[in-house]
């Protein structure tokens, strides 16, 4: 007499799903990161010669207006946009990694989703590790009094003002904004190519010079300037999320009609 014994395998094959998904998402990553210097080299390679030049304008600086060391100095400092110039080749690495990274994981039998959902992963991965690292040599540079040589580039403009944490969060969406806003822009061009791009710039146009003229037609301008004022530094940055997220959402509806450029 056999006994026949019912299991339900739902739940192993669900988990088996689930796992299969993240084996995927984690592969797209490490595709992307074959490349470490694309992503992580040359940015801080970037960083660094800003930093060099940083030095030799402000010793330039000092010495013609006699000033170096001055609280005026320092102060004129903080408007300096050195902190920032990874961001510009950042917008170049995001449309690579849609322009090149999309054929070439499509070759490998990846699915559109799991290539955005880990492209995304890497833009996340890489905004926080580079926000913590910016976060912490904005501090360092505050407790140094400049590197003890009086240059400040990554205490600047508006870091270094409210603490550690929203200096980590700002920076985090910006750089974030900058990835998804260039990926977004990809999938555009591969979705619809040069008529895409077309529309998309002109509307973009257009959004922002109506936008200016409504606020200066109807001398909303001071209405405005308060209004940012009472959001704070972390405030604007996270309205700033909204972008990011909308650029997010509409490159992967654009990519997963989108076909490879040739």
Do not use: C
Not at 91 to 105: D, E, L, N, S
Request: glycine share 8%.
């Amino acid at each position: 007499m056999t006994a026949t014994t019912s299991i339900d395998l739902t739940p192993a094959l669900a988990s088996l799903r689930e796992r299969s998904a993240t084996v995927r998402i984690g592969n797209v990553l490490r595709l992307h990161l074959v490349d470490r210097r694309t992503y992580i080299g040359i940015p801080w390679l970037i960083v660094g010669v800003a930093f060099v030049i940083t030095i030799f304008i402000s010793r330039i600086i000092g010495f013609t207006t006699g000033e170096l060391g001055t609280a005026d100095a320092m102060a004129g400092q903080r408007y300096s946009w050195a902190v920032l110039s990874p961001q510009w080749y950042l917008v170049v690495v995001a449309v690579q990694t849609i322009a090149f990274g999309f054929p070439f994981a499509l070759g490998f039998g990846v699915t559109r989703r799991d290539f955005y959902l880990g492209t995304w992963l890497l833009f996340v991965l890489l905004s926080a590790v580079n926000s913590l690292a910016f976060t912490a040599l904005t501090q360092v540079e505050k407790v140094t009094n400049g590197w003890w040589i009086d240059n400040y580039m990554f205490n600047a403009l508006w870091l270094g003002l409210d603490g550690w944490l929203v200096d980590f969060f700002s920076f985090f969406v910006m750089q974030l904004l900058v990835l998804s806003v260039g990926a977004s822009v990809a999938t555009v061009y591969m979705r619809w190519r040069m008529p895409g791009m077309l529309v998309f710039w002109s509307s973009l146009a257009l959004l922002i010079v109506g936008s200016v003229a409504v606020i200066t037609f109807t001398s909303s301008w001071p209405t405005v300037s308060v209004w940012f004022a009472a959001q704070g530094i972390a405030g604007i940055f996270g309205w700033l999320l909204v972008p990011a997220a909308v650029s997010g959402l509409g490159g992967y509806l654009a990519l997963r009609r989108a076909t490879p450029t040739n």
